[in-house]
Nanobody, 119 residues
Framework: QAQVVESGGGLVQPGGSLRLSCVAS????????MGWYRQAPGKLRELVAA???????NYADAVKGRFTISRDNAKNTVYLQMNSLKPEDTATYYC?????????????WGKGTLVTVSS
């Protein structure tokens, strides 16, 4: 069981970079896959990057070659390095995974961190 807090978002110019962090609280973080999701205004939430407990990664086509997901199990943290940012990357970014639950065992989503890519 774990909950998450996302951070690292902000305003960045097109072509710039940001690194997002997601810190999990609770036990057993290391055994679960984790993913970064994003949701832009008026659009559905989408998975942009995922990493398994063993370190295998996968990316949405829209971010391949630009984003890198990683994790540090000793710190209960998953990262998303975002390079060559585009205006269409503007969204609220969330981390989640099968081990993330609320106080009553319900599906849990943090507040996310807002990324705005604009000149």
């Amino acid at each position: 069981q774990a909950q998450v807090v996302e951070s690292g978002g902000g305003l960045v110019q097109p072509g710039g970079s940001l690194r997002l962090s997601c810190v999990a609280s609770g036990s057993f973080f290391s055994i679960y896959a984790m993913g970064w999701y994003r949701q832009a205004p008026g659009k559905l939430r989408e998975l942009v990057a995922a990493i398994t407990s063993s370190g295998s990664t996968n990316y949405a086509d829209a971010v391949k070659g630009r984003f890198t997901i990683s994790r540090d199990n000793a710190k209960n943290t998953v990262y998303l390095q975002m390079n060559s940012l585009k205006p269409e990357d503007t969204a609220t970014y969330y981390c989640n995974g099968p081990g993330i639950r609320g106080s009553y065992g319900e599906d849990y989503w943090g507040k996310g961190t807002l990324v705005t890519v604009s000149s």
